[in-house]
């Protein structure tokens, strides 16, 4: 399993259903990591081993496995797939998943421990809609989501969280810094409660969200927030790599 402990910030490109063998080509030689960072590029599974450059810090992360382990599930990747194929680290419970392919909590916790028990770090989403957010029901959502998507097995070392509003997803808003920061807290608070203090905070918490390089240093600066999950702007090499060096 890859050692967060040695990374000050974390930062992954979520490049959705998006790139071809040209994109790639062009975007690693234009990517720049940092050495301080780790750097994971979510590209669609079939791409997952065109990873160019030997850089440590750099690594492949899925975008979604199955929730079965091995069988007749048409169209799956499991998690020992991803193992075997050196990835090592995975997105799950994305708020499109959830959204349009019908994933919750639950399926969200047997992925997640299914990756960990493969030594993959699963990079657990969670956010609530702009519906939730305008009935104040933001706390109580996040708490449910720990509380059933977060499997017992996982803590610091072993699991990342993002905290992704959905309302700030590819539309153009992002949580304010102030945001950002109040809502990495809680979410810390709420590690504490169902885990340990020592678990809370070692805790790596991501920030996803419309993140530009323009909006970047702001919100990477946030005491609670240890990197940014980055969808739309990561496509292009030289905003995502300006993003990784903000901080
Ligand atoms: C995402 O897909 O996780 C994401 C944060 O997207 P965007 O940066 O485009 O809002």
Redesign the pocket.
């Known amino acids: 399993m890859v050692n967060l402990d040695k990374y000050s910030s974390i930062f992954i490109a979520?490049w959705?259903l998006n790139g071809n063998s040209s994109f790639l080509k062009d975007y690693y030689e234009k990517l720049k990591v940092n050495s301080n960072n780790c750097t994971i590029i979510c590209s669609p599974s079939i791409y997952l081993k065109s990873l160019k450059g030997n850089n440590e810090n750099l690594f492949c992360g899925a975008q979604d496995v199955s929730s079965y382990k091995e069988g007749a599930y048409t169209g799956e990747l499991s998690a020992s797939m991803l193992k075997d194929n050196n990835i090592d680290f995975c997105l799950v419970g994305?708020s499109?998943r959830r959204q349009y392919f019908a994933e919750t909590n639950d399926n969200v916790n047997i992925k997640s421990s299914n990756l960990i028990e493969e030594n993959i770090i699963p990079v657990i989403c969670i956010g609530e809609t702009l519906e939730q957010k305008e009935k104040n029901l933001t706390e109580e959502i996040l708490s449910t989501q720990i509380k059933y998507s977060v499997p017992n097995l996982a803590n610091h070392q072993n699991a990342l969280i993002a905290y992704?509003p959905v309302w700030?997803?590819?539309?153009g808003l992002t949580a304010s810094p102030e945001q950002a920061q109040e809502m990495h807290k809680f979410i810390r608070q709420k590690f504490t409660e169902k885990f340990s203090e020592s678990i809370s905070s070692n805790l790596s918490i991501i920030y996803?969200?419309?993140?530009k390089p323009s909006s970047a240093k702001n919100i990477f600066n946030q005491p609670d927030v240890d990197g940014g999950?980055?969808?739309?702007?990561s496509l292009n090499a030289n905003d995502f790599s300006d993003i990784i060096n903000s901080i």
């Open positions: 979520n959705k994305h499109e992704e700030a997803i590819g539309t996803g969200g419309s993140v999950l980055i969808g739309g702007a």
